[in-house]
C-alpha cells in the first residue's frame, strides 16, 4: 500500500507537468531533470544528516525537540561570524564550529533536560519550545531579522556535457556523507555509541548493564546539536538565512523521520532524500511549483502517518 | 556479616507504598530465593535495591557500605548485578553486542574477554549464536542472554528476578541448574521465583513476602515443611 502510495505520490509531479505543457521529453529536459534530481539528492543528503540528529533525540529519550531546527539556524550563524568576522572558511571552521554545539547541546541536556526527561512528556517538549523562541530572539537582538548569506564557491561543476551542479551543493553533499558515514561508524563500533544504542532500545536494561542513562543523554544531546551545526553550515553556504530560518528546518527533520522511520538512521537517510527529491521535482515541473513545494512535502508526510505510522523502516512495535 | 542487608525497607511507586518494613538479609556465597503471591513486592524488593525506585525508609547495605541513593550503574559498580524479569535482551543487538553491553563498565579488553569465554562455557549456545540478534532468539535463548550479560562482570552477588517465568519445562529445568552450578562456584545468589518449590529445594534459606511484608522466613528445607506455607504458597 505504501508502495502505491508513493509511486502516485512521485507520478503526480509529472502527470502535472504534462497536463500544464511544462514537460517536453525532448534532450534538454531530460539533462535538466537528472540536474533536478541530482540536486535533490544532494540537498537530501544534508537534511537527512540534520534529521539524523533530531531521530536520535527522540530515539534514545523520547524527547520530541523543537529547537532542532534552530540549533541548525545558529549553525548557520556560526559559519558566518566564523567567515566574517575570523575569516575562517566555513568548512574549516567546523573543527571549532562543531566541538561548540557539542558543548551547548550538553550543557542544554545537562542543566535543562535532564531534568524533565522521563516524566510528563509535555514537559521537555515544551522546553524545547520554549528554548527555540529563546535562540531565535537571541539571535535577532544581535543580527536582527536580515537576510544574510556567504559567498561561497558560487560557481558550477560541470558534470556531464549537460549536468550541472553548484560546486557548494556538491561540498555540501560530500561532507554531509563524510559526517553521517563517522556518525553512523561511532554509533556501529565505538562503546559509548553502542550505548546509546542500548539506551535507545531499553534504557532499564542499559542501566543494569552499567550504563549512566544520564551520561549517554547528555553525549546523545551533543551529537545531535553538532549534527544541526553542521547542517546549519552546510546550508549557509548555499542559501540565505535569518533567524527565523530554523523553523522550517525543523518542519524538514520531523517530514523527514516520519518518512523513514522515528528513531531509525538508515530510515532518516532515505526520507531526506525521498523529501529532497519530491520537492525538486514538484518546483521542476509545475506552474509556480516553488510555491507549492512545502505543501506537497508536507502532505506527503500525512499521508504516510495515515497509511504506515511507524514509516518505511520503524519498527513494527511502536 | 552479612554481604547484603535490608532493614525496614518502606518504598513504593510514586505515592503508592509497596513495601512496609521489609527485612532481610543474605549471607555471603547462599543461594536465596524470595516467594510469595502476586502483588507480594518480591520483584520490588529487587529494584529498590538497585536504586530504580522510590525510596521511603530503611537502612540497604552491600558488603557493610550504604548503597541507597547510588544509581543502578554504580550499584552494579559494587559487584552486585541484576537479571530483570521477562528476559529482557537488546532486541536489535547481536547476542555478542547484548554481551559486551554487560561488561559495559570493565575497560579491560582481557578481562572482557575472558568474562565472554566464561560465559559461553556455561551456555555453549550462546556461543554458536553469537552473531544473531537478540530479539530473534527464543524465551528460553533469551533468559540465558540476560543472566550472560548479567554475569560479563563476574559480580560478587547476582539477583534474578522469575528466570522461569513462561519458560518450557527444558528450559526451567536448565536455569534451575545453571543456578545450582554458579552457587557451587561460589557466586552469591538472590532470585525470586513463582515456582516456589524448586526455587526453595535448591535455596539455602527462603523468604516469603505477603502484601510488602515479612511472612515467614527459614531454611529451604524448614519452609517446604511449613504447614501454612505449603498450604498457601506452594499448592498443598
Given at each position: 500500500m505504501l508502495a502505491g502510495f508513493l509511486v502516485i505520490a512521485y507520478s503526480l509531479p509529472f502527470a502535472i507537468g504534462i497536463y500544464t505543457e511544462n514537460?517536453?521529453?525532448d534532450r534538454q529536459w531530460l539533462a535538466d531533470l537528472a540536474t533536478v534530481v541530482l540536486n535533490g539528492v544532494m540537498q537530501g543528503g544534508v537534511y537527512a544528516m540534520f534529521a539524523v540528529g533530531l531521530t536520535m533525540i527522540f530515539g534514545v529519550m523520547r524527547i520530541i525537540n523543537v529547537a532542532h531546527g534552530e540549533m541548525v539556524m545558529l549553525g548557520a550563524y556560526l559559519s558566518w561570524m566564523s567567515f566574517f568576522?575570523?575569516?575562517?572558511d566555513p568548512l574549516l571552521a567546523m573543527v571549532f564550529t562543531l566541538p561548540i554545539a557539542f558543548g551547548l547541546g550538553w550543557m542544554i541536556q545537562k542543566f535543562l533536560l535532564n531534568a524533565v526527561v522521563g516524566g510528563p512528556e509535555l514537559t521537555p517538549l515544551l522546553m524545547t519550545f520554549g528554548l527555540g523562541l529563546a535562540m531565535i530572539y537571541a539571535v535577532e537582538a544581535v543580527f536582527t531579522t536580515d537576510f544574510k548569506s556567504i559567498p561561497y564557491a558560487p560557481d558550477s561543476f560541470q558534470l556531464t556535457e549537460t549536468i550541472v551542479v553548484g560546486k557548494s551543493r556538491l561540498i555540501s553533499f560530500v561532507m554531509a556523507l563524510v559526517i553521517s558515514v563517522g556518525v553512523f561508524m561511532f554509533l556501529k563500533k565505538h562503546r559509548i555509541g553502542k550505548a546509546i544504542r542500548a539506551t535507545s532500545q531499553n534504557a532499564d536494561v542499559a542501566m543494569v548493564c552499567g550504563i549512566n542513562i544520564y551520561g549517554i543523554y547528555m553525549v546523545t544531546s551533543g551529537i545531535s546539536a553538532a549534527l544541526a551545526v553542521a547542517g546549519g553550515v552546510l546550508v549557509s553556504i548555499q542559501f540565505g538565512f535569518n533567524p527565523e530560518t530554523g523553523i522550517i528546518y525543523t518542519l524538514q527533520a520531523f517530514a523527514i523521520i516520519v518518512l523513514g522511520g522515528r528513531g531509525h538512521y538508515i530510515g532518516a537517510m532515505i526520507g531526506g532524500v525521498m523529501l529532497a527529491v519530491m520537492e525538486s521535482l514538484i518546483s521542476f515541473m509545475l506552474p509556480n511549483g516553488t510555491a507549492l513545494v512545502e505543501i506537497a512535502a508536507y502532505g506527503l508526510m500525512i499521508f504516510v502517518l495515515l497509511i504506515r505510522p511507524r514509516g518505511l523502516m520503524g519498527p513494527k512495535t511502536d | 556479616m552479612a554481604l547484603l542487608e535490608l532493614k525496614n525497607i518502606d518504598a513504593g511507586y510514586g505515592r503508592s507504598?509497596?513495601?512496609?518494613?521489609v527485612s532481610l538479609e543474605v549471607m555471603e556465597k547462599e543461594v536465596v530465593c524470595v516467594i510469595g503471591p502476586n502483588g507480594a513486592g518480591k520483584s520490588t524488593t529487587f529494584k529498590i535495591i538497585m536504586g530504580f525506585i522510590n525510596y521511603l525508609g530503611g537502612e540497604i547495605t552491600f558488603n557493610g557500605a550504604n548503597i541507597v541513593g547510588f544509581r543502578p550503574d554504580q550499584i552494579l559498580g559494587k559487584g552486585l548485578g541484576y537479571v530483570p524479569q521477562g528476559r529482557i535482551v537488546f532486541n536489535q543487538m547481536t547476542v555478542r553486542e547484548n554481551l559486551d553491553m554487560g561488561a559495559y563498565i570493565e575497560r579491560d579488553k582481557k578481562k572482557i574477554e575472558e568474562a565472554m569465554d566464561y560465559v559461553f562455557t556455561l551456555f555453549p549456545r550462546l556461543a554458536e549464536r553469537q552473531k544473531q540478534l537478540g530479539g530473534t532468539m527464543s524465551g528460553g535463548e533469551q533468559q540465558m542472554l540476560a543472566m550472560g550479560r548479567a554475569l560479563m562482570t563476574r559480580p560478587q552477588m547476582i539477583m534474578i528476578d522469575e528466570?522461569?517465568?513462561?519458560?518450557?519445562p527444558r528450559f526451567v529445568s536448565e536455569v534451575f541448574e545453571l543456578i545450582l552450578r554458579l552457587a557451587e562456584e561460589g557466586l552469591t545468589i538472590m532470585v525470586v521465583e513463582q515456582n516456589a518449590t524448586r526455587a526453595l529445594e535448591i535455596s539455602d534459606r527462603g523468604y516469603v513476602l505477603e502484601l510488602g511484608r515479612n511472612r515467614y522466613e527459614g531454611t529451604g528445607q524448614e519452609l517446604l515443611n511449613n504447614q501454612d506455607v505449603r498450604r498457601m504458597y506452594l499448592g498443598g
Open positions: 514537460v517536453f521529453f568576522w575570523l575569516g575562517f | 507504598q509497596i513495601l512496609y518494613g528466570p522461569s517465568l513462561g519458560l518450557s
